[in-house]
């Protein structure tokens, strides 16, 4: 004789349906979730047998063990790539500021074969004359003072000038080099030659400007910013304190206004440059000027024309008259002529074209001086500049 279980406590069956226990609340009890159904075994078919239209709960799987193994492995693979790739990096970057402040290579391309015994340089500079690029000429020259088949040197220049010591400074070695090696040496002015850039052509035995090259700018300036009036609008003074005796020491400061007696001192200073400039055009050009140097060395830009009407420069010509010069004066029959360049740095052969420009590195192989916060700093801080500030 069957019982019958009590209301809520009986299989649920539709029509063609398998029983389904269900709770006592009479909803289904869900599987595999704790505090949910009936007790354990309850509803269970004799013998603990699972009744019909019921699954065993699912236990939790122990494989994926060789899976993870592999992500880790393919993790530390990264890691160690993305360390290595960091330490290339930093040693490259080590390596460019290394070599701004001692020396960088240099590679020398032929451009035009001769006989090598007879070999005219061509060295070219580019842009502002700060001290990187100064740093970076100078390992040019130096190529051009170590190679004895060098018979005579092309100087490129295409420059709105710079600083006052660095411009110097390839002015004396173009000359020590020309004395020591006892060869001719001839500028090819580019689209500019000003200021600095012009103070550096004069150590040339001959300067050929293109038609189209602005040069002169003959002068000196000293950079300095005032912010005085601002600070007087917003409320901010100057809090600098100096030693006794010292009237001088913080002369020229952004926030003060300069007095008379401050701005003769500058002038002083700025002058002392300015004769220097005068002397070197006064030793390199001589009896060429067409006028009084007075009269010339007034800051102004020159056109081409201009310049030779002055005697700034001797003729008007493009680059490959200068080589044929240079040639002319040393007495070669069969020039080997050759362009020393900087060696390619890591980011060159990394990025090629694109890199090498971004990094300053002319088409040509100059010296392209790109905007970076060092050459900021240098065009801001206060210092003597024989530049032209037109450009």
């Known amino acids: 004789m069957s019982q019958t279980p009590p209301p809520g406590q009986g299989p649920v069956q539709g029509p063609g349906q398998s029983p389904v226990y269900a709770t006592q609340q009479g909803y289904p009890a869900p599987q595999g979730q704790m505090g949910y159904g009936p007790p354990p075994g309850y509803g269970m078919a004799p013998g603990g047998a699972i009744p019909p239209g019921m699954y065993p709960m699912p236990r939790p799987s122990g494989g994926g063990g060789a899976g993870k193994i592999v992500v880790i492995v393919l993790l530390l693979l990264l890691l160690v790539g993305s360390v290595v790739f960091n330490v290339l990096l930093m040693a490259a970057l080590a390596g460019e500021g290394a070599a701004t402040a001692q020396r960088r290579g ?81 500028v090819s002015m580019s689209s500019l030659a000003a200021s600095g850039g012009y103070y550096i052509a004069c150590a040339g035995d001959q300067i050929f400007a293109q038609r189209t090259t602005l040069t002169g700018s003959i002068g000196v300036l000293f950079s300095r910013f005032d912010f005085s009036g601002m600070g007087e609008k917003y409320g901010v003074k100057d809090g600098t304190i100096v030693s006794d005796g010292a009237t001088f020491k913080a002369a020229g400061g952004p926030l003060t206004p300069l007095t008379p007696e401050h701005e003769a001192y500058f002038k002083s200073i700025l002058n002392d440059a300015f004769d220097t400039f005068k002397d070197v055009i006064q030793e390199g050009r001589g009896d060429r000027l067409k006028r009084p140097l007075e009269e010339i060395a007034n800051g102004k830009i020159y056109s081409a024309d201009q310049a030779l009407e002055l005697g700034l420069v001797d003729q008007l010509g493009f680059l490959s008259d200068a080589i044929a010069a240079a040639s002319t004066s040393a007495g070669l029959t069969k020039p080997h002529v050759v362009r020393f360049e900087r060696e390619p740095t890591f980011f060159d052969i990394l990025g090629g074209a694109q890199a090498s420009a971004a990094l300053g590195a002319s088409a040509n192989g100059g010296l392209n001086v790109q905007v970076t916060p060092e050459l900021i700093h240098e065009l801001t801080r206060p210092q003597l500049m024989y530049m032209w500030r037109g450009q």
């Open 106 to 186: 240099v590679i020398e391309r032929v451009e035009m074969a001769g006989d090598r015994k007879e070999k005219i340089a061509i060295v070219r500079l580019d842009g502002a004359i700060m001290e990187p690029s100064k740093n970076q000429f100078m390992n040019m020259l130096e190529r051009v003072a170590s190679d004895d088949n060098i018979k005579a040197l092309v100087v490129e220049i295409d420059s709105p000038g710079g600083a006052v010591t660095p411009s110097d400074e390839i002015y004396e070695r173009i000359k020590q080099i020309k004395a020591e090696k006892q060869i001719p040496v001839i």
